[in-house]
């Protein structure tokens, strides 16, 4: 099938494209006429083999791709808006996987409300190199004139607060939590609305809980996060190890000063620690377990290298 | 090195990234403040062993991989406002190879007026996969309400017109047009001015002419393009052939009525065809030899297929 024919059958079924889509896909341009002039913009991909099994579901894979850029989304406190994809297929892939494929990537952009608008498809040279899913996603802010949250704006004292659980999302006897996560977009937007200014900081937790915390103070020198490990919801048994280091969660992880309810739109919110003051050659995350045994958790997570 | 070392040491150089991003590269979305709430967005990828060589310089690597986006803004009429990257680095691609590539990326963003806002930077798994860069691009309308020129609207009569030349787009020794072009952004803007309504439509080479004519007629079974093979400007001693089916020139291709100025912006610009009626089971691309021969040139050019 061409790439042409494979792109087209998938956009017809874009049958309840919204209005504001002026130039629908197929052309060298999607155009948008979007409501508010303030846009937000993120790109993440998904690789066969780094990010999903090689033979995993091809829509559960398109699905994955989009969903994970929506929890991006959600950590903005931002609403989705559109998405575009590039796809590089194995020679050897074939045309009802790209369907699935290109059908999981569609219609899971449809259900999260950002539309795919265009999409770039090209087939590995390499029978045995990887199937590669990059996602751009287009956000608006929640409300005219909301505020973006953005990863800085932590204050010694703000408490350190966490959606959901952490761990083993890779676990198949887990459910796959890292194929079926639902992004916390209702969620983002509800504390941002419920809190405002209280809300200081927040990002999503994908590279592991650990590593997350610390992008919330690595660009202050004088702030710190500490952990209070035994608060730190797990996943069907995760040990505390796997649920500061796998990652792939997709929850919210914020902070903010005052109140917090212990839930939002149904879904918990726990209270896991607090900012606190930097020093000296301090670690970015202290994790403090019951009996008080403190350790360092910057870097429990991951992260690509270049060699 | 690590990947947000190597994405916040290609951001630092960023000085000049323009006031409207109010959140730069670093949080989990960049935050654009538009003057223009018409958003045009596409999305293309640059794969070594398929775009460039394996073995290419980096920094014209990603020099392409912006310019083949900008390319397709220039094909709306409409102006760059800003990109994103997501890269997948072979194993072994190395440090230095990669600030090269993405050095590449950001100056090349700079220079073509649409800065890096993001990126996302993955390290494949298996040591022979290769280098893919897929680049996002925004774009705005060429001043406020101006058209954006999709590649429906030609009408039987129109003229067929060029910039530049075809043929040998990835020749060495014709100096690597592919990764050294100049995309036809102020071209496509001018002549939007110059003829406004009589513009009909427009799309950028880079599949191959002759395919990529026929993109400007496949959505009206009435219409054909009749190409006057003779008049086809070509590259360096490119024949034909090559002419019509090397693509990668990424030069502008639009049908208009009425009179066309012979250059634009200092780019020359050819009348190398027309729109006609196509018949029941006609080509949708003839091309006509001087002798009278007519062959179809609709399928000369480059399709990825999934087997």
Redesign the interface.
Known sequence: ????D?LRSVYRRNALLPGFV??PP????????????????????V?A???VRPDEDPALVGRKAVARNVS??A??A?VPT?T???C??P?????RR?LDLFEGLRSSAQVFGCPL??????????A???L?V?V????APAWPGAR?V???GAVVGAGLYATGAFGRSLDRDGGGHHLRFEPRVREGIELLRMLGPRLCSM??VSDGLGRDAAHLVEHDAALAVELDAAAIPRRHGASLEEALGDGEDYELLFTATGPVPSEVCGTPVTRIGSITQRHDGGAMVVAVEEGGRRFDATSAGW?????
């Not at 265009?118 to 390499?126: F, K, Q, R, T």
């Not at 992260?303 to 060699?307: A, C, F, G, Q």
């Open positions: 099938m061409r790439e042409f494979l002026r130039v197929g052309d060298d341009m999607a155009v948008l006429e979007l409501a508010d002039p303030t846009v937000l913009v993120a790109v993440d991909q690789v083999g780094r990010h991006d989304v950590a903005m931002a559109a575009v994809v590039a590089l297929l020679t050897d892939y074939g045309e790209a608008v265009g999409g770039d498809l090209a087939v590995h040279a390499d045995s190199a990887p590669v990059s751009t996603i287009l956000a973006c953005e990863r800085t990002i999503d992260e690509h290298r270049t060699r």
